[in-house]
């Protein structure tokens, strides 16, 4: 019951978030249409074709890059899986100039409402800039074709807007911004007028070399101590932890300066740490008053997290513990006799405790 708890609010969590960057790419559309609406009546200029031309491509490269950028930061940078890269055609991976080698690649924490990738897995780090900057240049050749929609909207103004060649993508990014640029040989004619262009950029204002930044000082810290909480370096970041099981936790990091149309970039990993084992502690016993002759049972307590005790031992052969912690004494002689018990765990940790019989007549 508890598991399934917890996947609720991670599950819930990422509804919101991509609710907030659905919002955005409505809304961004919306302005790339409307741009262009703008300069409909400057297009049958041919002193003004570049300006359009080169505004509404760039405005695409906006509307793509920004949900593409907040979708692959939900999901620890990536947005394809290993297995949908693989499946590409390669003729199309090396036509676009996007590669599909191992380092677009992430170990992925897999639930059945979707995935992320691993920050940390079996005592390796995986994120990676240059991984989420392969995703992110993926995510541009096949999303702006549907947003360019072959130009077509110019040659209703008897402008003719012709490709050569294949899209380069090029996607890098920075402390304070992401870079999204594009190579991409155009012909634009109007009339007898004939103009080229081929390069094309925008600068998103999201901090996403700095969420990358925050995020490995946290995998750092709970992979030297894993029992210590993470406290953020600026009061700019927003963290929350999920646990989902033992030993793996969703981190979600989210930087209030990094805002487009009112939903803040989040940056969300998983961390699998193996389950950190804690020594035993035996309950405390009082001294044990035995008549001579007399005999005293006595069951030990023990308190164990990981509950993996395999045994007790006795100092004193005349006190014996089996391994169950039932403990045995026959008073003897008057006087004190004193053991000390020691329990164990299956990894080597254990407690003491110095136990002493007053046998009186």
Do not use: W
Request: net charge negative; glycine share 10%; with cysteine.
């Amino acid at each position: 019951m508890q598991k399934r708890g917890q996947i609720t609010v991670f599950v819930v969590i990422g509804i919101v978030i991509l609710a907030l960057f659905g919002g955005i790419y409505y809304f961004t559309s919306r302005s790339a249409t409307q741009g262009l609406t703008d300069h409909q009546g400057e297009l049958a200029l041919s002193s003004q074709v570049q300006s359009p031309v080169t505004l509404y491509v760039e405005k695409c490269l906006r509307d793509v890059g920004t949900p593409g950028v907040y979708l692959a930061s939900i999901q620890g940078g990536v947005i394809y899986s290993p297995e949908y890269l693989m499946g590409s055609s390669s003729s199309s991976s090396s036509s676009s100039g996007v590669s599909s080698d191992s380092s677009a690649f992430s170990p992925l924490f897999v639930t059945e409402n979707g995935f992320l990738s691993y920050g940390l897995l079996g005592g390796v780090q995986y994120l990676s800039v240059e991984m989420m900057q392969k995703q992110l240049e993926r995510y541009l050749v096949e999303e702006l074709p549907e947003c360019l929609g072959d130009f077509s909207l110019f040659r209703a103004q008897g402008v003719e807007v012709v490709a050569d060649g294949e899209m380069i993508p090029h996607v890098t990014i920075r402390g304070t911004d992401v870079l999204i640029a594009i190579d991409y040989d155009l012909i634009v004619r109007s009339g007898e007028n004939e103009q080229s262009l081929n390069h094309f950029e925008q600068v998103l204002p999201l901090r996403m070399g700095l969420l990358f930044g925050e995020a490995e000082q946290l995998i750092e810290s709970v992979e030297k101590n894993p029992s210590q909480g993470y406290v953020v370096s600026s009061s700019d970041y927003f963290l929350s932890t999920f646990p989902y099981d033992g030993s793996t936790f969703v981190y979600s990091l989210s930087d209030k300066n990094s805002v487009i149309d009112g939903a803040p970039l989040t940056f969300m990993f998983a961390v699998d740490m193996p389950a950190i084992n804690t020594a035993p502690v035996l309950a405390q016993v009082s001294d044990l008053v035995v008549h001579r002759g007399g005999n005293v049972e006595y069951s030990l307590l023990v308190e164990d997290r990981e509950e993996n005790v395999v045994g007790f031992s006795s100092s004193n052969s005349a006190v014996s513990v089996d391994n169950d912690g039932a403990m045995n004494f026959v008073g003897g002689s008057v006087g004190d006799v004193s053991t000390l018990i020691t329990v164990r765990d299956a990894k080597g940790l254990e407690d003491s405790q110095t136990i002493t019989f007053h046998v009186i007549e």
